[in-house]
């Protein structure tokens, strides 16, 4: 037998796929993360899946796994002292920014702290133009004698990053030399290796985030590797990228800001894989954790690919699926603001000491500690057992808060959870509404820990008809790791009229991609047959500060291209804006080849129909609160994993199951796929 695995540490729970690769057979679980140093934890749970399985570690012949180390790190400020050496002229770049408040009407708020401060951002005279001209030639001296202060100061990383550094990197490659002579030990960031794009305060904010990062990734991936390496596991590790596909460890741990949406990614590609084996290709995803939601919308069965995006306060450079992100889980933390209003996160529990009823010395009330007030999570365990569950305590914690706005219990339980859907619910509006999209038009597919038992809610508040509930949605990111194939980005950034007279200069440009991504196949081991490559430009019209990005239409360069581009872009442009001005001249801007290599993947097989009723698979019942009515109503339980295809139940009902709790309010009717999803909707 072979096994392939997968396994996503979030910040409460540590999820682990396996897919036995010649059966067909899927197993999952779940344990509680490790924060202090998540490769423990994950290694400790591998061993124990396998001892549990009766597997053998060399069975494994495929591990991905799915990270927020450098997510976290980055968010609780635990990146290293950094250093920055860039052009004479441009060290403040990095707090001027775009001059512009994080909020608009927000005149109190605060920019996050520079990731560098300002006596250790060097500057060194050189030059060169927009046109890749040079106005001043590389003081190599002052490169040398900036690394050796640097140096000094006890950096433990550098970011080299000058200015149109992406259209001519000679002298970042002449200062990366001098860096592995004089400071060999440490960790460099160059600008036109982790972003070679235009704009360049975003430019310089992701090359000096993927320094700042860099020893932290590092050090993970070492100690996960020689840990995976002692428990016999031989084969290649990956690690998720932002974008959805998987690299190396090596590769991760040069460019570790390509793995910031690293756990996400994942959900979203196992999203649509059971979208498409149900039949729906239109979908919202909503991804509900201990610590955070994350939302996506997919038009077509694929998700939208960004450029650049915003984490944390920190601008971004780097290819990644169009999540948002908001800090709404299980673990979000209940309280009263200065307003005296009920607020719900983004501050979270976490897994230490994690929500109040895990008895683990908490006092903050939660999202979770409220399900189990009001019944609708389990009120004694999780985890199938394994997880004991404190009612009392959560409703001790509640009925503190409740006294302080002279509420009662269920009411203030109930108004946590009304509030985290609001908030979840404008996380959807974001990727939704405010882009064009009607959300009433998409399946809401709900997973993560939390998501099932929100997903209700949630749809009845944007008016969504129908949910999908994965087999397995507690456990969907990790599952997401064995549906992924291989993948990289590349790009070039050039401003060329759209127009047949740039077709030669676009052609030499995508030769050029199409060189790199032929060396990162081979690099990778990529056979021909599974190689497959995608090209799309991003454009503008002239004057324009952002740029939409368009699909390349297949086959070689003519006029053809430039038709499907204008045709595109102005569908973009109208469905983004609301117009297209078909008179005005468009640019492109930046140029990319996303090149991915497929590998073997798990499969979802279907299951032939049911032959016991739907009542084999009830387990009791229990008082449960229902939002509609505001008050408790006995509902039956059943155990998901009896359930089969073709069974049906309707509202009100609890479907509970290791990994995740799914609520059925009254009426609607779950019923079960060929690929045993739930299919919630009207009754």
Not at 152 to 171: E, Q, S
Not at 383 to 405: H, S, T
Not at 421 to 437: D, E, H, L, P
């Amino acid at each position: 037998m072979t096994w392939r695995i997968g396994v996503d540490s979030g910040g409460t729970f540590t999820d682990i796929s396996l897919f036995e690769t010649e059966t067909g057979r899927m197993e999952v679980w779940k344990v509680p993360s490790t924060p202090a140093d998540p490769s423990h934890g994950i290694a400790a749970s591998v061993s124990e899946s396998l001892s549990r399985l009766g597997a053998e570690a060399v069975e494994i012949v495929s591990f991905g796994h799915g990270t927020t180390v450098s997510t976290n790190a980055l968010i609780q400020g635990r990146g290293v002292l950094t250093g920055l050496i860039t052009t004479e002229g441009f060290r403040d770049l990095l707090e001027i920014g775009r001059q512009k408040r994080p909020d608009l009407y927000d005149l109190q708020a605060d920019k996050p702290p520079a990731l560098v401060s300002r006596d250790l951002r060097l500057e060194v005279p050189e030059r060169v133009r927009h046109d890749g001209g040079v106005e001043t030639r590389l003081d190599e001296d002052a490169v040398r004698q900036a690394i050796r202060r640097l140096r000094k100061k006890g950096v433990k990383a550098v970011a080299i990053a000058f200015l149109y550094g992406f259209v001519r990197p000679a002298h970042e490659v002449i200062a990366r030399r001098i860096l592995a002579e004089e400071f060999p030990e440490a960790f460099a960031s160059i600008g036109h290796e982790v972003a070679p794009e235009f704009r360049e305060y975003e430019r310089l904010s992701t090359t000096v985030v993927n320094a700042t990062l860099g020893p932290v990734m590092q050090g993970y991936i070492e100690r996960l590797a020689g840990r995976l390496k002692e428990i016999g596991i031989s084969a290649k590790p990956h690690l998720t990228q932002s974008n959805g596909g998987v690299i190396g460890f090596d590769a991760a741990a040069r460019l570790p800001v390509r793995t910031v949406l690293s756990g996400p990614s994942t959900g979203v590609v196992a999203a649509e894989a059971v979208g498409r084996l149900a039949g729906f290709t239109d979908l919202i995803t909503f991804d509900m954790g201990g610590t955070s939601t994350d939302v996506a919308l997919l038009e077509g069965g694929r998700c939208r690919l960004t450029s650049e995006a915003t984490v944390h306060g920190y601008p971004i450079k780097a290819p990644m699926l169009d999540i948002h992100t908001v800090g709404a889980g299980g673990g979000s933390v209940a309280y009263i603001d200065s307003g005296g209003l009920l607020k719900v996160g983004p501050e979270s529990a976490g897994a230490d000491p994690g929500p109040v009823c895990y008895a683990r010395g908490s006092a903050e009330p939660t999202v979770t500690d409220a399900n189990v007030v009001l019944q609708t999570l389990n009120p004694t365990h999780l985890l199938g057992g394994r997880m004991p569950v404190r009612q009392d305590l959560a409703e001790r914690a509640i009925a503190r808060l409740a006294g302080r706005l002279g509420m009662d219990l269920h009411a203030t339980a109930e108004g946590i959870l009304a509030v985290v859907t609001a908030n979840m619910a404008k996380a959807i509006r974001v990727i939704s509404v405010q882009r064009g999209y009607d959300p009433r038009d998409y399946i809401l597919v709900a997973f993560g820990g939390a998501g099932p038992l929100h997903a209700a809610r949630l749809a009845r508040e944007l008016e969504i008809r129908r949910i999908l509930v994965p087999r397995n949605p507690g456990i969907l990111c990790a599952m997401g790791l064995l549906l992924t194939d291989l993948r990289a980005d590349f790009a070039a950034t050039h401003l060329l009229p759209l127009g047949p007279a740039s077709l030669g200069e676009m052609a030499a440009i995508f030769t050029r991609l199409d060189a790199e991504a032929a060396a990162w196949f081979a690099e990778e081991g990529v056979a021909a047959a599974a190689r497959r490559v995608e090209r799309t430009v991003d454009l503008r019209y002239a004057g324009q500060n952002y740029e939409l990005s368009v699909p390349l239409a297949d086959g070689p360069p003519g006029s053809g291209w430039i038709t499907h581009l204008a045709e595109g872009f102005a569908r973009a442009h109208e469905r983004t804006y609301g117009f297209a001005a078909a008179e005005e001249p468009v640019q492109m801007v930046t140029f990319r080849v996303q090149a991915t290599g497929a590998v073997k993947k798990a499969e979802l097989r279907p299951e032939p129909p049911a032959e016991a009723g739907v009542c084999a698979s009830a387990t009791g019942e229990r008082k449960v609160w229902l939002s509609e009515i505001r008050g408790f109503v006995t509902c039956p339980i059943y155990d998901r994993e009896i359930l089969r295809p073709g069974n049906r139940i309707d509202g009100p009902a609890v479907i509970e199951q290791m990994d995740a709790t799914t609520m059925v309010p009254s009426g609607m009717r779950a019923s079960v796929d060929p690929i045993r999803n739930l299919l919630l909707e009207a009754a």
